[in-house]
Structures are given as C-alpha cells and as structure tokens.
C-alpha cells in the first residue's frame, strides 16, 4: 500500500497510511489471543489421541478470533474519532486516515478468520497450502494496487480496498481448501464446543504474542507523536 500511495506524489495520504500502523497492529495481535496458541493446543491433542477434542479446539479458536475481530472492528469504528485524535491523525492527515482506517477497520474480520484458518492448515500439515493461500491474498493486493488507487483514481481509499479484497480472497481459498482437505481441524460451526482446558492453554499460549504486538503498536504511537 506504502508503495503505490507513493506512487502518487501525495506525501499526506502516504503518511495517512503510516499513522494507521499501531492501530492495526494492535488490531491484529488481538487475533493471537487464541488463534496465535490453537497450533500447539491443537497439536498435542492428536499426539493424544483425542482428535474430537482437536477439532472442536480447531472450530473454537477459528470463531472467537473472528468474534473478536468483529468486535474489535465495530469498537473501533465507533470511537474511530478518538483513534484518530490518538495517533495523531490531524489536520491535513485526518481525511484520508479516516478514509484508510474505516475501511482497514471494516475488513478486520477477514484478516483475523484467514490468519486462523492459515495457521490450522499449518497444523493439519498442509504448509505448501498455507503457503500459496497467504501468498494468493498478497498478490492479489499487490495486482489491484495500481489499479484501484492509480488506474481508477481512488487514491487510499483504493489501498484499504485492495487489503481487504486480498485477505478476502485468502479467506475464501482456505474454507474451500480446509473443507475438501482436512481431516484433523475443522470450521465447522457445529464443532464450536468450547472445553475448558484447551480454551485456557489457547489464552496461556496466545497472550504473550498478543502482548508483544500490542506493545509494538503502542512504540510506533509514540514514535508517531513526535
């Protein structure tokens, strides 16, 4: 995004992009509190033997990290003025950060369902899929970059579009992919049965990723106020 917004010559909505990085930073660490663990919980299960319990721990780790993407989103949106305020998107910056944050924002829950579903096809020991799945979402940004933003004039707004379009199309190729491939983790809504101990050991594994993200987020903040 950094790249082509440059392209423009419009130095404020390329520092509109930078002023959004804490934001989604901290954003996406909050995708680690359980998606971040699930790998190594999911993965001592079956060395256990106990696949029913591996692929409801696979279902619950995938819905609450899109349940928390989703409230992370609306949370946001909601206070996005504060936000703004907080990251120091003002005057000639606070247009277009509003425009990328909103739409950035709107599209966490993507982000968050593909970086889950990516991670359990790891577990299920389908790297090269994980692979070209994450690579799929980045490409296709990568390609509607110039057009959206030059091509068509959108400008950031194309950007946001562009981000949220390729973890889209990641997302749709991992519940495809998981859904005729895997046998040990699951996405299905009816293996959403939480059990305590694998819920615990998601968080105990998951928090420090999330902790160690926020805390980047909350550097670049600071690094942006000055």
Avoid: C
């Amino acid at each position: 995004d950094t790249f082509f917004v440059g392209m423009m010559g419009d130095y404020v909505q390329l520092a509109a992009v930078s002023l959004t990085m804490p934001v989604t930073m901290a954003t996406g660490g909050l995708a680690q509190l359980f998606g971040g663990g699930a790998p190594a919980v999911i993965s001592r299960l079956l060395g256990q033997g106990k696949r029913e319990s591996a692929r409801r721990a696979s279902a619950v780790s995938l819905y609450l990290t899109a349940a928390i993407g989703a409230a992370a989103s609306i949370g946001a949106l909601i206070a996005i003025d504060p936000i703004l305020k907080a990251i120091s998107a003002t005057g000639a910056t606070y247009g277009p950060t509003r425009t990328y944050l909103t739409i950035v924002l709107a599209g966490t829950v993507l982000a968050h369902a593909q970086g889950a579903m990516q991670a359990l096809l790891r577990t299920e020991g389908a790297a090269k899929q994980a692979a070209f799945g994450s690579a799929l979402g980045v490409v296709l940004n990568i390609a509607l970059d110039p057009l959206l933003i030059l091509a068509l004039d959108m400008g950031i707004a194309g950007a946001a579009v562009a981000t949220v379009l390729g973890n889209g199309a990641s997302l749709l190729y991992f519940i495809v992919t998981i859904r005729r491939k895997a046998a040990a983790v699951s996405i299905s809504p009816r293996d959403f049965r939480p059990e305590r101990e694998s819920l615990k050991d998601m968080l105990a594994l998951g928090a420090p990723s999330f902790l160690g993200q926020a805390a980047m987020g909350v550097a670049m903040l600071f690094a942006n106020s000055f």
